[in-house]
């Protein structure tokens, strides 16, 4: 099967790296982004607040009750400063959204939004940007068990609670965690077709979640302050 | 809700990469294991030939036709030769599991498979186990759109078609990049109690299969030569 050729052109693809971001919500979108480089060219660009190695783990004991070690360090290829300008930009969540490290990542959302064709934000990840006031009067949704805390971040959002994601305007943001895999694949469904979208999901052996509508976990996590219990 | 206490102390858990391992294979396993270690001590190795950073791009044209860079770089922790004994090794896989890089991996895996008390497998990363041989006369799944070339490299192996994944004495195999969270989180309700498994899925905002025989994916890709076509 031949892929449409894409509507506009996507060439470099960013994603923002903060110590404690979350693993599936930042490597389940770039595994569906590594099917579609796969046939069209496009590059992967992480991005950072400096060069040195990101660690996903956290001693935070809201996370880590336990002490452990547990996390990967990841490579910036660039900084906020030395990126080129982005067609996309991957926000991931994760317990690293609110501590002060987080800081010169909601700078460079805020500094970079204008130039990027497309946002793309996964779990409290929707707080970065919302902190940066770019979803200001725009309709977003973030994860549901920390929804209290996911969404103070931007008193100005139209926070859509029952949501798996939520598309307005270049903004595409979703639910927590695995979510991020939904919305990246509604995202290559729109630019690259349908066809290249379901084709990974099923070489991912993943049962793609289609329907914007669908959520359980809204229901399941109620007033969202699950994380704070 | 507290956590039952563990039948078995698990500690060391460890995860073995190699250049062009699958991001998705990698880390979707990892994010359910970081939600365990909040609540259990247990850290993380990550785990290669060398302490370079392992990139999970490829310039292979079977996934990269486009001469797109798209990958990410991870630092190891310990390298095949000083990483402690393991409770459990995580093996993902990728592109990389049929190249020439990924022969230290096959031998690391034959060396400290007899001190693992678990093995979980990914994907093709079953290869890798079954080419050391640690698979022979044992049950065992693997990727469905790649099962002929990922079988390949067990002939003694029993593998089992049509599974999402299969659980043999203490190797845990799964069917296709995301099935790994789905292994994964099985292993966690066998060793901690199904409480934490579901609880972990339900924070990843993730749908479970928690059914090890369900896998449309062996039917929808036949003979398994999609990759070949």
Redesign the interface.
């Known amino acids: 099967m031949t892929a449409p050729a894409p509507a506009e052109t996507i060439s470099k ?1 960013g ?1 923002a790296v903060f110590p404690g971001f ?3 919500d ?3 979108p ?2 569906a ?2 099917g579609v ?8 660009y ?1 991005v950072a607040a400096t060069l040195d ?1 990101v660690y ?2 956290t001693s935070n004991p809201m ?13 910036p290829t660039h900084t906020h400063e030395t990126v080129p300008d982005l067609d996309v930009l991957l926000v991931p969540g994760g317990i690293g959204v609110i501590e002060e490290t987080a800081k010169p990542t909601v700078e460079f959302v805020k500094k970079t939004y204008p130039k990027l064709k497309y946002l793309i934000t996964v779990c409290n990840g929707a707080s970065i940007p919302a902190a940066a006031g770019v979803l200001d009067g725009k309709r977003a949704t973030t ?3 920390a929804w209290k805390a996911a969404t103070s971040a931007g008193p100005n959002v139209n926070w859509v609670k029952t949501a798996r994601y939520v598309v307005d305007g270049n903004c595409w943001t979703s ?5 991020g ?1 939904d919305v990246t694949l509604a995202w290559i469904s729109k630019v690259y077709g349908e066809g290249l979208a379901r084709m990974l999901a ?6 793609w ?1 289609d329907d914007p509508n669908w959520d ?2 809204a229901y ?2 109620g007033d969202g302050e ?1 994380l704070n219990a």
């Open positions: 693809i994603v979350e693993l599936l930042t490597f389940g770039l595994e982004l590594y480089s796969g046939a069209h060219k496009v590059d992967l992480v190695p996903s783990g996370m880590n009750k336990a002490g452990s070690h547990f996390g990967v360090s990841v490579v994860n549901k068990a639910a927590g965690v695995s979510a895999i099923n070489g991912m052996e993943y049962e979640r359980p976990f399941m996590f699950f």
